[in-house]
């Protein structure tokens, strides 16, 4: 074992008037929470490229972190390993998520970037073995190296699109093996700068053929966890082809691959889309989308994706209302992605911060449920469309009239509505009830 964490002991729950700063004070994960586990339900996952390969850098200013696997090849990746799975016991989450380039360094060649992180994978599952963690979903990093400045799927360049696809094979093959529950692909550079060098069409035509390659070779290998896309809307490109919910389902739809994909939906993500999280969520459940969650925030002052940890419970308070509503994650979770802030130098600092998401989400689950237990919210929702459950609402659904039956019966039934209070403020100071 290392002694990174040197001095610091697992963190445990000791309730809400605890003063232990490296103690859960909401996150009970026994706790019973309509009728399942808190942990059964978040089904939290440390993020692997925030938590041990960030280096605290933003636009403006490099490296702050001193880590003692920085720069040290593969015998530093070897190190990493260790103290992930040490902080995974600290942390005392079921969860982690991983990119290749994460684990293990990149090589000359995509057979050496291959056999390191072959190296590294089988690290990873003696340790899995050992202390029973899981693996929520892995990907590839096909945004971060220079060769995918015009994207990966997408770049102009077939042998681009091919070495992706070669670096693809190999993380599933490995997230597979690990028993991951998905596989994610996030186009990091999947979208355009100019429309002066860009072809749309054909860039999306390579995107689903990129994806489609995807589905079957996990077919092929018996993978059965879910295939995620992560939408996001820009940052680094200035239009990305994945750019929200909405979006992604319409591309999905155009090449018929809509049954076989879900979302990862981040919080950070919708709000640069123009969104809050709980829309991403609602629109994503209403298309059968909702596979997974990135949990963040955004800071609001900053035109970039900030990645802070989250701590609104209200917020997931509205996150948590749809996934209960639709019965759960299933096999997806809250993935953090998120990071501590560049002055955050200390091992305590990764504590301080995976508590303070934890706890954010236990608050929003434990309201979540209230909410829907109370019932006065449904019935309030119920109420505003109970129009559409019987008469002309009902035989307008049920396509039994035409536009011309439609208009005649407003004739002859003299309807004459008036509008209705949409009571936002009565359901805002509900829903505020339960956080």
Not at 40 to 61: K, L
Not at 355 to 360: E, Y
Request: charged share 25%; glycine share 10%; with cysteine.
């Amino acid at each position: 074992m290392s002694d990174f964490f040197q001095g610091l002991s697992q963190v445990k729950y000791e309730g809400p008037d605890s003063k232990n700063p490296l103690a859960y004070r909401h996150y009970n994960k026994d706790e019973i929470v309509a009728g399942k586990r808190m942990e059964d339900h978040i089904r939290p996952a440390i993020a692997y490229w925030h938590t041990f390969a960030q280096e605290g850098g933003d636009p403006f200013g490099g490296r702050t972190f001193d880590r003692p696997w920085f720069d040290k090849g593969l015998e530093g990746a070897k190190l990493k390993t260790e103290v992930a799975f040490e902080f995974f016991d600290l942390i005392d989450v079921p969860f982690f998520a991983f990119h290749d380039v994460d684990v293990a360094p990149e090589g000359d060649t995509l057979a050496e970037s291959n056999r390191n992180l072959r190296v590294i994978g089988d690290l990873i599952a003696q340790n899995m073995q050992r202390t029973g963690k899981r693996l929520l979903w892995g990907t590839a990093n096909l945004f971060s190296n220079r060769r995918y400045m015009a994207g990966a799927a997408t770049n102009p360049d077939p042998e681009v699109f091919a070495y992706a696809a070669g670096q693809v094979k190999a993380v599933l093959e490995l997230t597979n093996e690990l028993g991951g529950e998905n596989y994610v692909l996030w186009g990091g550079r999947e979208g355009y700068e100019t429309l002066l060098n860009t072809r749309i069409g054909q860039e999306q035509d390579q995107m689903a053929r990129f994806l489609t390659l995807v589905i079957e070779h996990a077919e092929k290998i018996g993978f059965k966890g879910q295939i995620l896309i992560e939408p996001k809307p820009q940052e680094p490109s200035k239009h990305q082809y994945d750019y929200d919910v909405a979006t992604v389902y319409g591309f999905l739809q155009k090449y018929g691959l809509e049954k076989k994909v879900k979302c990862n939906i981040e919080v950070g993500h919708a709000f640069l889309a123009g969104h809050s999280f709980e829309h991403e969520l609602a629109v994503a459940s209403s298309l059968g989308m909702l596979g997974s969650v990135d949990a963040n925030r955004n800071d609001l002052q900053s035109g970039w994706d900030t990645d802070h940890f989250p701590n609104n419970p209200g917020e997931m308070a509205l996150a948590f209302y749809y996934i209960l509503k639709q019965g759960g994650l299933g096999k997806g979770g809250f993935n953090f992605d998120a990071k501590v802030r560049r002055q955050s130098l200390d091992p305590a600092d990764l504590l301080h911060g995976h508590i303070l998401g934890l706890d954010t989400l236990a608050r929003g689950l434990k309201g979540a449920a209230a909410l829907i237990e109370d019932g006065e919210f449904d019935r309030a929702l119920d109420d505003r469309y109970a129009g559409w459950n019987s008469g002309i609402g009902a035989d307008i659904l049920g396509g039994k009239l035409s536009l011309a039956d439609i208009a005649a019966k407003v004739d002859s039934d003299n309807i004459n509505p008036q509008p209705r209070s949409g009571r936002q403020e009565y359901l805002e100071n509900l829903v505020n009830r339960f956080v």
